[in-house]
């Protein structure tokens, strides 16, 4: 028994079986909606956005742990043994280093916890909570590693002006491709 082909009219999109039999019903095909196809691809995606958070929490936490300059082996000069060197050194600097990577290792367990969880996932307010907690956590990372990684002023110059220059890719991506 042979299969009737229905005309194709080649201006047309041809309609999937599921939506034909939809509209021999009567009943309204449904396309899901931008933030649906955004909630269905991070979902996909959450493998690899976890591991991606993990990441970030296991360094984030190393580098709290053991921090960049290490700590004062003696007492002399008035230091206190296990006390952090680059608090001393570079004060400044410590707490640039301190509060961004204290942000990102708060900003990956977020964005773990909100992974974990698939009814989270379908609402718009907890999907935009997820996309800035990566926002954050990375650009805590970046801050971190920009603070903690040289002292030379013409590197941490440098640094800077690429963290600034991808802060502004971020942004613009953000405001022109929502």
């Given at each position: 028994?042979e299969?009737q082909?229905?005309?194709?009219?080649?201006?047309?999109?041809?309609k999937?079986?599921?939506?034909?039999?939809?509209?021999?019903?009567?009943?309204a095909?449904?396309?899901?909606?931008?933030?649906?196809?955004q909630?269905?691809l991070?979902?996909?995606l959450r493998?690899?956005?976890?591991?991606?958070?993990?990441?970030?929490s296991?360094?984030?936490?190393?580098?709290?742990?053991?921090?960049?300059?290490?700590?004062?082996q003696?007492s002399?000069?008035?230091?206190?043994?296990?006390?952090?060197?680059?608090?001393?050194?570079?004060?400044k600097?410590y707490y640039?280093?301190?509060?961004?990577?204290?942000?990102a290792?708060?900003?990956?367990?977020i964005?773990?916890?909100l992974?974990?969880?698939r009814?989270?996932?379908?609402?718009?307010v907890?999907?935009?909570?997820?996309?800035?907690?990566?926002?954050?956590g990375?650009l805590?990372?970046?801050?971190a590693?920009?603070?903690g990684?040289?002292?030379?002023?013409?590197?941490?110059?440098?640094i800077?002006?690429?963290?600034?220059?991808?802060?502004?890719y971020?942004?613009?991506h953000?405001?022109?491709?929502?």
């Amino acid at each position: 028994m042979e299969s009737q082909q229905q005309p194709n009219n080649s201006h047309m999109p041809s309609k999937s079986s599921e939506e034909q039999h939809a509209l021999q019903e009567g009943q309204a095909v449904q396309h899901p909606s931008a933030l649906q196809v955004q909630a269905d691809l991070l979902w996909k995606l959450r493998k690899y956005l976890m591991l991606l958070a993990i990441l970030a929490s296991a360094i984030t936490c190393q580098a709290g742990l053991a921090p960049p300059g290490g700590f004062w082996q003696d007492s002399l000069n008035g230091h206190i043994p296990g006390d952090i060197v680059l608090r001393v050194s570079y004060p400044k600097r410590y707490y640039v280093f301190f509060y961004c990577n204290t942000t990102a290792f708060g900003a990956s367990l977020i964005v773990l916890i909100l992974l974990l969880v698939r009814e989270l996932s379908r609402n718009v307010v907890w999907l935009r909570a997820l996309q800035f907690a990566m926002v954050l956590g990375l650009l805590g990372l970046m801050g971190a590693y920009a603070a903690g990684s040289c002292r030379e002023v013409r590197t941490s110059l440098y640094i800077w002006v690429l963290l600034v220059g991808i802060f502004a890719y971020i942004t613009l991506h953000v405001i022109f491709f929502r």
